[in-house]
Structure formats: C-alpha cells, structure tokens
C-alpha cells in the first residue's frame, strides 16, 4: 500500500502538527517547555499555539468603550504570553517556520475547552497539549475543567495534559 491508499491521513503522519493551547499560567509555561524538550529534535514537527481569550457578556461592562481598552489590554497581554512561548521553542531548536501562533477570541457563551475543539478540528492536529491547572476534584465537578472537557470530547487526536 502507498501514501495514497490512505487518503490525506497518511499524508499527516508524515507532517505532525501539535496544537498548544496556552494562557498565561504556569502550567501552559510547563506544557511549552515540555514540547521543547520532547519534539525539539523531530524536524516533521509543527506546533500552532493557541490562546483563547473568552469575550465577556454584553452587560459585563456598561458602554462598549470600556469594554474594548478591556479587550485591546487582554490581546496584548497574550500575545506577549504567545510571544515568550514561541522563544521557548526557538531557544530549543524550532525554526520559525514550524511555529505559528494563533489568538482567539470568543463569546464567552463558548467554553475555552469547546473553542480549543473547534481548532483543533479546523487545523487538524494531531495532538492537544494543554496545562492542567492546579484545581480540586470538587471545584472541577462544580465548574468543570478545560483539560477534562479536551480530553474526554477530543476526536482524531491524541491529547498531552502536562501537571
């Protein structure tokens, strides 16, 4: 059998493609740094890092001009969060052509967790890695957790949660 007996899923076994959802917490750092120490060397490998920032409601703040500084100072916070992640990458033998970095912003009615599903699909990686964030086993029963959402709903991929 060759390449094209396969369809297009050959074809992404040759060309791995991580996405890394990140925020500004420790644990998306150690999730980071984690790909760069274990796929540094794997010259095959492409990681998308994602951050998602969820738009607050409409009645979150009373006029949309105290809601856009909000928004404009959370896009800039996290791309300079996307842009240390990406030097992690790069100081651990990435080239620049195998990062990309991505910034999302969605209605805060749309889980985190279900907006990292929806790229991953639209992207098609093959593999989630996020951060598991230090929360109890009642707190994550009562509000839910990102990683447990990915991790139990992810289709077509593999899923890393990194402690």
Known sequence: MNEHDFGDLARRDTERHLLAAVDESANSKRAVMFLADFFSDSQNVFVTLLSI?????????????????????????????????KEILLGAGFSDARIATRLSIRPGTISVGDAILEEQEKLRCCIVVVGRRGISHSEEFVFGSTSSKILHHAKHCAVMVVE
């Open 53 to 85: 920032i969820p738009e607050p409601s409409e009645d979150f703040f009373p006029t949309e001009a105290e809601r856009r500084p909000w928004l404009q100072a959370k896009e800039a916070e996290m791309q300079k969060h996307l842009t240390g992640y």
